[in-house]
């Protein structure tokens, strides 16, 4: 079978950026994108803070964009889910339903799921009012009465965000302990519009008849008693899951599962593999540093494979004569 230079898998704004570089330096790249290519950016209503867009894009139509600007420069696309990846040996091995797949690099850009409190009425009403992502969509309520529900340095970091925007805080959790540090949770009791609620539970979300969030039904773990909570919104910070499964056991995380890379680096614990965006990034998760590590995940790939004498499928010359000046930017 023929050797790919690099395969990426991953469908959000890591991978297509590295996509995009990769074309554009000859390396004719293939994108397993998966069938929820996207990621995240897919339940996102509006997306204000991705330079470029003025006016705002939804999230949606970002990732189209981002993705016909990589196919332009003549990325493959397979929206595929990868299976299995073996990376034990060079080159490389990823499966997919359409066969097998060798490439003397690969980039990791599979990104990360929001945990969720797995109760329908949450599902019914994401994107009207339930969220996971203050920095992203907490301007959207400015002037209402926020919930967050977690007991987490997570939870609590972007509950003092909101503060900026809600009339109300409530941070919701269901004990008396946080898990976040002690210093944090002294520092959310000094903001005047932040209300901690322990030990409490969310039974439902409330709204679906309207279709967005008027308020949630908690019920009191110890006592059984419930209450309703007025609401506007309600993030949902309860931590994330790094999409590892394909490389656990190969290539090096951390405790929580995310791919270690090098400091300041994409590179990983397996040389000529790199990891972008979410799925290595625990702390920032917003498409514009993802995008950004796809871009160094990209260039390092570019660098190492120079090194490596890779033996993976040439660069069309006609077609690079067409991409006129391939170098990055």
Known sequence: MPVENV?????GPA?????????????DPLCIEGY???GQLLTTTTVDNFPGFPDGIPGPDLMTQMRAQAERLQTRFLMEDAMTVDVSNRPFTITSPSGTFQSEALILATGATAKTLGLPSEEALQNRGVAYCAVCDGPLFTGQRIAVVGGGDAALTEAMYLT????????????HEFRAANIMVEQARQYENLSLLVPWVVERVLGEDAGRVSGALLRNPETGEERVEELGA????????????LVAGQVECDAHGYVVVDPGRTSTSVPGVFAAGDVQD??????????GSGCMAALEAQRWL???RPTGRRPDTKR???LGDRVSG
């Open 282 to 291: 625990p702390v920032f998760r917003q498409a514009v540093t993802s995008a």
């Open 320 to 322: 690079d004569e067409r």
């Open 164 to 175: 900026t925007f809600a009339t109300e805080v409530v941070v919701i959790h269901r004990r």
């Open 306 to 308: 120079a090194q490596g």
């Open 36 to 38: 929820g290519a996207g």
């Open 234 to 245: 309600m993030f949902v910070a309860i931590g994330h899951h790094p999409n590892t499964d």
């Open 15 to 27: 991978a297509y950026t590295a996509a995009l570089y990769l074309a554009r330096a000859g390396l």
């Open 7 to 11: 395969i990426i898998i991953g469908g």
